[in-house]
């Protein structure tokens, strides 16, 4: 039973070693994060069997379906990329090792009173759109001040999501944006580029990209 993902996690890294090797940068430099929403615990084991070690989700409702089936995985490491409520923030902090999506000093607070160390980054809201969570560019710096203060969270870096376009190019001035953004503040870690935009980004300088529908096929459901 070949489900072709093994092909298809072969096509993502050529991918990803190309732009790496277009934009001088080591492919070490580039983690690959396996977005796994819509799909069951079984993609992600097998996505780890084939070597991959981070993956990622966007509700913790779903997740934690999920999550008996894998958290014993070695070497494993889990991201939650969608928006996070403060009222999901407890058992967020139990199940994810990675919050890419810290927006407010609020948030930060609860997760840093769970007691457990965790790794944050700051989701950047870096265009208009109503519907797009995340922290406002100019609030960033004090966001960030205030993370670090806080004993148990470490901050990596920056997470962005630009407007969704077919053509990756559209997405290049965001993917500028928040480096510019990260260099100011002294932060190394650069969330940005999913299927269709991880050259543009890796060429940018992201450090990690999140990846879905190129490993996994279309989703089913939002
Ligand atoms: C779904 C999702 C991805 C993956 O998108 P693909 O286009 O399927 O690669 C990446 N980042 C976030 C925040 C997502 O919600």
């Known amino acids: 039973m070949d489900s072709g993902l093994s092909q298809r996690v072969a096509q993502v890294e050529e991918r990803i070693e190309r732009a790496c090797r277009r934009a001088g940068r080591r492919r070490e430099e580039v983690t690959l994060v396996a977005v796994t929403k819509t799909f069951p615990a079984e993609a992600i084991l097998e996505a780890h069997a084939l070597g991959l070690r981070h993956f990622g989700e966007n509700y913790v409702q779903e997740f934690e379906q999920k999550y008996p089936a894998v958290r014993h995985l070695e070497g494993a490491k889990f991201h939650l990329i969608g928006?996070?409520?403060?009222?999901?923030?407890?058992?967020a902090g139990e199940i994810f090792d990675v919050i890419q999506t810290v927006d407010s000093e609020k948030l930060a607070r609860r997760l840093d009173a769970l007691g457990r160390p965790l790794e944050v980054m700051i989701e950047v809201k870096l265009s208009p759109e109503e519907t797009k969570a995340g922290c406002a560019p100019e609030e960033v710096e004090a966001l960030a001040e205030a993370i670090r203060a806080l004993p148990?969270?470490?901050l990596t870096g920056l997470?962005?999501?630009?407007p969704w376009s077919e053509d990756p190019e559209q997405s290049r001035p965001y993917f500028r944006r928040l480096r510019e953004l990260a260099e100011r503040l002294g932060l190394s870690g650069l969330s940005m580029g999913m299927s269709h935009d991880l050259e543009a980004a890796i060429e940018e300088g992201a450090t990690v990209v999140r990846v879905g529908t190129a490993l996994f096929?279309?989703?089913r459901r939002a």
């Not at 928006?83 to 058992?91: E, I, Y």
């Not at 997470?159 to 630009?162: A, E, H, R």
């Open 152 to 154: 148990n969270l470490r």
């Open 159 to 162: 997470m962005t999501m630009p």
């Open 83 to 91: 928006h996070l409520q403060s009222n999901k923030s407890r058992r």
């Open 217 to 219: 096929g279309e989703r």
